[in-house]
């Protein structure tokens, strides 16, 4: 982001309000873009052309558990035609090579680019079309989804965001998403923060979408298989560099909203094109290049594959 000058609010250094760009307004970037709207940026979502043209007219709908019922206005576009200081990257991974021809380089300068997809090998290719020193890896937990263009249902009682990299370049970043709703902490390692969400993610959406049963019938009924899965997932985390542990992710399990469906699984009853690649497959190749068996991932993603 260029020359941010934090302010102080209740001790905490928050930028001024900031331009923001947010690539794929869906059930993340349409909550994430509406949070900051309410909170006084001026956000320009970028979608297809339907998609903008219901924004212009209408703004964001959210309905929340955590944040209430409420609408937030929002510019729209098919394409990012002016400088920002922030773009959120929040597209499916299936679309994110031809979504990212709606993002000019040219258009970023020095602002940052902030994906938030599933999985943890789409931050090399952000890497090498908009350069190292723009992309912060980052990852968020929420369940949140587009029910229509522009409207969106929040499900879980939580939206967190995890970002890794130099606290003095991101902790005014942390400030400002924090103050608009999503908690937001910095952390050290790339590694770790990509790998703890997919270390929880993929026993989640590989479970679900396979069985078409939400988390807490997974939990219950199925407690073993979600056990041994998590075991894998960690193992694999852990040699990657993450020093995730089972037992705290089968905490997060107990502790998720019984009802709670992935995204994945969404995607599947909507008929939609799954992250099955994006984040097992993602998984098996990185299990594959550091020698760790994973034999009920392996089984499940080629469950998933052959439909």
């Known amino acids: 982001m260029h020359d941010i000058t934090p302010v102080t609010s209740d001790s905490v250094a928050v930028p001024p309000p900031l331009k923001v760009a947010v690539l794929g307004p869906g059930g993340v970037g349409g ?38 019922h409420f609408s937030a206005k929002v510019e729209a576009d098919t394409e990012l ?3 920002v200081d922030l773009c959120l990257v929040t597209v499916k991974h299936t679309a994110l ?94 590694d770790a923060v990509l790998w703890a969400k ?4 993929a026993p989640f959406a590989l479970l679900t979408t396979r069985y078409r ?25 852990r040699a990657c560099g993450a020093p995730m542990d089972a037992a705290q992710v089968m905490a997060r399990y107990d502790a998720f909203p019984p009802g709670g469906k992935s995204s994945m699984q969404r995607d599947a009853e909507a008929g939609r094109p799954l992250e099955l690649d994006a984040i097992g497959g993602a998984l098996l190749r990185a299990a594959g290049r550091h020698g760790v068996p ?13 439909g």
Request: charged share 25%.
């Open 198 to 201: 997919l270390a929880f993610l």
């Open 81 to 83: 035609r002016e400088p």
């Open 213 to 237: 049963q939400p988390v807490g019938t997974i939990r219950s009924e199925r407690r073993e298989e979600l056990a041994a899965l998590v075991e894998e997932t960690t193992a694999v985390s």
């Open 97 to 190: 090579g031809q979504a990212l021809d709606r993002v000019p380089g040219k258009y970023l300068g020095d602002g940052l680019v902030l994906p938030l997809l599933n999985g943890i090998e789409h931050t090399d290719s952000l890497r090498e079309r908009y350069g190292t020193q723009r992309v912060a890896p980052a990852v968020i937990r929420v369940e949140s989804t587009r029910t229509a263009p522009g409207v969106i249902e929040h499900g879980s009682p939580f939206t967190e965001i995890d970002l890794a990299g130099p606290p003095e370049r991101l902790e005014p970043l942390a400030a400002l998403l924090t103050a608009a709703g999503a908690a937001t902490r910095v952390l050290p390692g790339e």
């Open 294 to 306: 994973v034999p009920l991932a392996e089984r499940l993603v080629a469950e998933l594959t052959e």
């Open 31 to 68: 909550l994430l873009a509406a949070l900051l709207s309410r909170a006084g940026h001026r956000v320009i979502c970028i979608a297809g052309e339907e998609t903008a043209e219901t924004l212009r007219r209408s703004g964001v709908q959210v309905r929340s558990g955590q944040f209430g």
